[in-house]
């Protein structure tokens, strides 16, 4: 009868040695992954919101200013569709 032998226990060791390995050296490469991807920043940030409302209700057909530009009170901001305040107009000059 023949014995079946298997591989050497020095083969083994080394198998293993060499998955434990490879598995410490994916989870230090995601370690160092996961440390790179955090946004760090230092500063101060400073927001003013202002409440702004027009003196009649229309369609606004053009923005004067961006995002970020200096305006001063009573600057135009935005142009408003005025067909239908003609149209009233009109109609109140009629009777």
Request: no cysteine.
């Amino acid at each position: 009868m023949a014995t079946h032998k298997g591989p050497p226990k020095a083969v083994i060791a080394v198998v293993v040695l060499l998955l434990l390995g490879g598995a410490g050296w994916f989870w230090w490469q995601s370690q160092q992954q996961a440390a790179a991807s955090a946004n760090t920043a230092t500063g101060s940030v400073e927001a003013n919101d202002y409440q702004v409302a027009a003196a009649i209700a229309g369609r606004i057909t053009s923005v004067k200013v961006a995002e970020g530009d200096t305006v001063a009170a009573g600057d135009p901001l935005v142009k408003l569709d005025n067909k239908a305040l003609k149209l009233q107009v009109t109609q109140a000059e009629q009777g």
